[in-house]
């Protein structure tokens, strides 16, 4: 049996700001006829995650692309025909799939059988998936919270920011977050529980502005943009303040760009300022899961997705996260579940 499927690429790196031209929708055709000893998995798509590091991938030059295993995110999809004996036709698996409507891939592709536990499949990709993983490390295992600590969380209504101000909120913290619109200030406060946030594009002094929200400063600063954002958070620290650094965003785009805390403050703070990747924290899953999927049914944390629907439309949904656009996590539905 043969179908078509469909799949995005690039037609060039990508060094600034994507755009719609630099993607284009393909089409080939692809036989679910597998020879027995190929030890092939071939996968439906079912939902796509969309992330902002995933720009590191696509440009002519990376870091990361030389530290990093994990090029795509995690994407739920359903095995459609198999040699592989590990899986069979009909399982739900995870794993760093293509940006398309199937993915053929061979043993040892870091494909792993799903257990949805009664939630929809989409949490799977955010919430229950590496953002959430992401926001849950970050926060305890670096940063630590205690209660009554001051914690501020930058691009706080993004896919992993939205989740660490909940985690802290529950760890009896108290929290401000900053966004890019008033609507998204409100959210953060009137739907997600943060004590504060701000809209940064409003402030034209952001030293002043962390002030006037920490008046007795941070003690925990979760930093997913960089620049000039983590220069005055550093400047706003308390002694002992801890920086978990899980993206910078304003270097994707600008690599000029880039933040020169002063180190003065750091030593004589003792701040800790740590870099990080979700998977370097895949030996506390299980915690992290039984931990979020408890409080999600107890309705102690909100998930917040961002769902656009087709293949054809990856390209938009992920030049929206460029453009401050998207609310909670980004994911695409390729196929009904």
């Not at 031209?21 to 092939?40: I, M, Q, R």
């Not at 926060?139 to 993004?158: H, Q, R, Y």
């Not at 802290?168 to 977050?177: E, M, T």
């Not at 910078?248 to 750091?266: F, G, Q, T, W």
Request: hydrophobic share 40%.
């Amino acid at each position: 049996m043969d179908v078509v499927n469909r799949y995005i690429t690039i037609n060039n790196h990508i060094n600034i700001a994507p755009q719609d031209s630099d993607f284009e929708l393909k089409a080939s055709p692809l036989s679910l006829s597998l020879d027995p000893a190929s030890n092939v998995v071939i996968v439906k798509n079912l939902y796509v995650s969309i992330d902002p590091y995933q720009l590191n991938r696509m440009k002519s030059f990376s870091a990361s692309q030389k530290t990093s295993d994990f090029a795509v995110a995690i994407v739920p999809g359903e095995v459609v025909a198999s040699t592989n004996p590990e899986f069979d036709k009909g399982d739900i698996v995870v794993g760093l799939l293509n940006w398309g409507e199937f993915t053929v891939t061979k043993a040892g592709g870091m494909l792993n059988k799903l257990n949805p536990m009664g939630f929809p499949l989409s949490y799977h990709v955010g919430i229950l998936g590496f953002s959430g993983l992401t926001a849950y490390a970050g926060l305890f295992e670096i940063c630590k919270p205690k209660k009554g600590e001051k914690v501020f969380v930058s691009t706080a209504l993004g896919s992993v920011g939205n989740l660490v101000g909940q985690f802290a909120k529950l760890s009896g913290c108290y929290v401000v977050g900053c966004a890019g619109s008033k609507e998204k200030v409100a959210l953060l406060k009137e739907k997600l529980g943060f004590d504060d946030a701000f809209n940064y594009r409003e402030e034209t002094d952001l030293n002043s502005t962390l002030k006037r929200y920490f008046p007795n400063g941070i003690d925990i600063y979760f930093d997913n943009v960089g620049g000039e954002m983590q220069e005055v958070a550093v400047s706003n620290m308390n002694i002992n303040g801890r920086i978990a650094v899980c993206g910078v965003i304003s270097e994707y785009l600008d690599s000029e760009k880039r933040a020169a805390p002063s180190m003065i403050e750091v030593i004589y703070k003792r701040i800790k300022i740590q870099g990080f990747l979700a998977g370097d924290y895949l030996n506390i899953f299980g915690d992290f899961l039984s931990t979020t999927c408890d409080r999600l049914c107890t309705g102690k944390i909100q998930p917040l997705e961002d769902i656009s629907d087709g293949v054809e439309s990856i390209p938009s949904a992920f030049i929206s996260l460029y453009r401050g656009q998207n609310i909670g996590k980004k994911i695409v539905k390729i196929a009904e579940e």
